[in-house]
């Protein structure tokens, strides 16, 4: 059985102050005494003991379970996404502390992670689980995912508000594992990977004897990863600023030369760094993605920009300087970016919000065309690269989507293959591992543009990184093999 790290004692909560703070604007100003020092504001005893979380304050299970329940029942049954299911009850969970919400987030994810597993060993171990409501059956799971993810089965039970249920099913439970152990490899493999069949059919093509340990390493926590923005200093420059902030517990990332991994969990937009655009959350996989642009500062199209994040990370591989271009379908993910490009202090960007398809789309287009000398799509797709920081995303997934994502990939790769310029390259990326969406692609749209050719990406990232990165012509990431999430890259060089 897979373990993960067991809710219970870490840091949390904002940070202790330390690195210099500004007061927000239009707060009531602190009446001050003769030494000069502000007043406390009056806290309440639950605001009081938030600001300062107890590690060895024991849980209140009662009401970490009640939460459990209600943001796991808004993704199960009224088909919420996970993170806004959580957002959704802990808003309201005013009296929780930071521990216990962190206990609730861990949790549910950890559940909605195994789902398929916790189903079928509680199938096993109680025959008639099938019969219980619809409450009754989710306080089993979450007890059942608990024991799994290897909490004490005994503090579990105790914990579980299992009053009038049958405990002694959580007794059965590694009878029932060793019932899923002993099924044929086909039947076994998606139930204990905890995805749909037609995914877990895909993994096998995709990793074949490796398929087990990328699906295990799919359903671990993801880590916590900044990106270091360059415009405000270099990774070890944010490494001191967060230290000055109290954050010490940082390490550099193995393979991106921007990342810090945060090694405790922490409320990071609270942090003044944070707020002074020092860094941004995103994960290795997706720098790594950024740095295959390796954008000069003439003109730069990111054509999938969505909320910015790898925009910022090329206005940073920029310097500031040049055109680039963000472009999308999405207002509301381009207002997201333009907050976000103020913040960082990016000014060489232009956002430009795109039709979808059709005549329009392609009209928008013509100021752009055969002018740029990076153009990156990131574009729309399966997210079984990220499973780990959207577990439920598997479950929402079928072949007629994927289907969908792959036609939508050739059309947007084709489209806005007409914007680069002789000489300019065509990077393409997705966060799935799965080959219909990436290696295919990329072949279909080779197959029909006979101007472009692949360029190695240990010929753009250097033979250090490229030799860590792996063997063959494309970036080609995942959990198991990086520690990253999953990415694939391609770059594609038209012909001069
Ligand atoms: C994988 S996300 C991009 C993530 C972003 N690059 C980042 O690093 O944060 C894909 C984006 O493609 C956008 N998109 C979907 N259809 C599009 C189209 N026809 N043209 C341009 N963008 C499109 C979506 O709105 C979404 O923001």
Redesign the pocket.
């Known amino acids: 059985m897979a373990t993960t790290r067991k809710p219970g004692p870490s840091r949390g909560g904002p940070p202790k102050s330390g690195g210099p703070r500004t007061s927000r604007p239009g707060a009531p100003k602190k009446r001050k005494d003769a030494g000069g020092r502000a007043d406390k504001p009056k806290m309440s005893r639950a605001q009081h003991e938030r600001a300062r979380p107890n590690p060895n304050r024991p849980l209140r299970e009662d009401l970490v379970l009640q939460a459990c329940l209600e943001a796991y029942g808004g993704v199960r049954r009224e088909g919420r996404l996970s993170d806004r299911a959580l957002e959704f009850v802990l808003r309201r969970k005013t009296l929780l502390y930071s521990t216990e919400r962190r206990a609730v987030a861990e949790r549910v994810y950890a559940l909605l992670r195994r789902q398929r597993t916790v189903d079928f060993l509680l199938d096993r171990a109680h025959r008639k689980f099938d019969a219980l409501d619809a409450t009754r059956q989710d306080v089993m799971r979450l007890a059942a995912s608990r024991i799994l993810h290897g909490e004490d089965p005994t503090y579990v039970a105790r914990s579980s508000g299992l009053t009038g249920l049958d405990v002694s099913v959580l007794d059965r439970l590694p009878d029932a594992a060793a019932e899923l152990d002993a099924l044929p490899e086909a039947k076994r493999f998606p139930i204990a990977a905890s995805m749909p069949d037609f995914l877990a059919d895909r993994f096998r093509a995709v990793f074949g004897k490796d398929a087990a340990r990328a699906a295990e390493a799919m359903n671990e926590r993801a880590p916590l990863i900044v990106r270091a923005n360059t415009l405000k200093g270099d990774r070890a420059q944010l490494q001191e600023r967060l230290a000055a902030e109290d954050v010490e517990s940082t390490k550099p990332t193995a393979l991106s030369p921007f990342g810090l991994v945060m090694e405790t969990r922490l409320n990071l937009f609270s942090l003044q760094d944070f707020k002074d655009g020092g860094f941004e959350i ?1 994960d290795e996989g ?1 720098q790594l ?2 740095m295959l642009v390796d954008a000069p500062p003439t003109r730069v199209v ?10 910022l ?1 090329l206005a940073a591989q920029m310097k500031n300087r040049g055109d680039l271009h963000a ?4 207002e509301g ?1 381009m207002e997201d970016l333009r907050k976000r490009a103020r913040r960082a202090g990016v000014h060489n960007v232009r956002t430009q919000l ?4 059709g005549p329009d ?1 392609d009209a928008a287009l013509t100021p752009l065309k055969g002018l740029a000398d990076r153009v ?1 799509v ?4 399966s ?1 079984t690269g990220t499973f780990r920081r959207k577990p439920d995303a598997r479950y929402r997934l079928n072949p007629e989507d994927l289907e969908m994502h792959v036609g ?1 990939q050739k ?2 790769l084709a ?2 293959a007409t914007l680069v310029k002789p000489g300019g390259r065509l990077i393409y ?3 799935s591992v799965l080959r219909e969406e990436n290696e295919d692609v990329v072949e279909d749209f080779l197959s029909k543009h006979p101007d472009f050719s692949v360029r190695p990406v240990a010929e753009v990232l250097g033979a250090e990184l490229g030799a860590k990165l792996g063997k063959g012509p494309f970036l080609r990431l995942a959990p198991h093999t990086h520690g990253t999430d999953g990415f694939f890259g391609a770059v594609l060089v038209k012909a001069k």
């Not at 795109?354 to 398809?357: G, M, N, Q, R, V």
């Open positions: 995103q997706s993605l950024g990111d054509a999938c920009a969505g909320a910015g994040g790898k925009t990370q472009l999308d379908v999405d993910r795109i039709p979808h398809e789309a990156l990131d574009a729309p797709c997210g939508r059309a947007l489209r806005f990326g997705t966060c």
